[in-house]
């Protein structure tokens, strides 16, 4: 274990002067790209490795301890964020927002205990991968459509405003966000779908409304509202800024919050 963990604060490392940099970057006018993206892969090679060596150890993947979906998470929301940020270079000053959300989520992987879990029977489907990889890819689009709503905000108030000055106007920016808003339903959609034949193979049933199906389904709703609105209104960028933010604020409770007080059947976030 302690290899692994030594592997994994490296790539938190790399993961750390990536965003400071990415921050510092925009805030004094110096485009470091090519470096914050590069220091990105090597953090994100090092906790492959990592995640390699825990898998092969406990012989099962890290979606079981709080410890192991943080870990994967990190992970995850890197890589989309990475790829995002490689292949649309005028998104790539959103680092400077999303960069600071990865610090919580590093900052609570660094708390958490790295103990190993019971693996429950029901776990043991593919029905489970496929589930969670549709999540990851939910929740990576909208971190994704987070860091350039970040940009119109900080914009909106001032903030940036001459670092930011080089990118796109608000109201294409808003349109590339909502293109990630709409991958996001997307695979929001695909995760209910696959979680709910996941549940008949485990419990018997498609659906329960336990604690974690029903918070998935309401930030379902949101997305599909908040898309539904800015098709049909044209609303503001700002305000459609914000409602992105709405989005992302629940989803994070849905996948980090609601797992770890539900007491029902359908324990562990993804």
Known sequence: ???????????????????????????????RERIVLGLIV????????????????????PFITLFEILNSNVWSLMLVFAIAYWRIPKLRPSAAVVMPVMFVLMGWLM????????????????WLYIHIGMAKVFLGATLVALGIAGIVLLRRFGVGIRRF???????????LAYRFMALALVFDTLMLITGAIWAQDAWGRYWAWDPLETWS????LLL??????????????????????AVFVLAFLTFFGVPFVSESAHKGAV
């Open 1 to 31: 274990m302690e290899a692994e963990l030594q592997v994994l604060w490296a790539a938190i490392v790399a993961y750390v002067l990536s965003g400071v940099i990415a921050i510092f970057g925009v805030a004094l006018g110096r485009h």
């Open 42 to 61: 090597l953090g994100l090679t090092l906790q492959t490795v990592s995640l390699g060596m825990r898998w092969s150890r406990i012989g099962h993947g």
């Open 111 to 126: 708390l958490a205990h790295p103990g190993e879990g019971h693996f429950p029977p029901t776990y043991r489907t593919p």
């Open 165 to 175: 000055a080089n990118l796109p106007d608000d109201s294409r920016l808003d349109e």
């Open 217 to 220: 389904f309401i930030t379902w």
């Open 224 to 245: 599909a509202f908040a898309i539904h609105m800015r098709l049909t209104f044209r609303p503001h960028p700002v305000r459609n800024a914000w409602m992105i933010v």
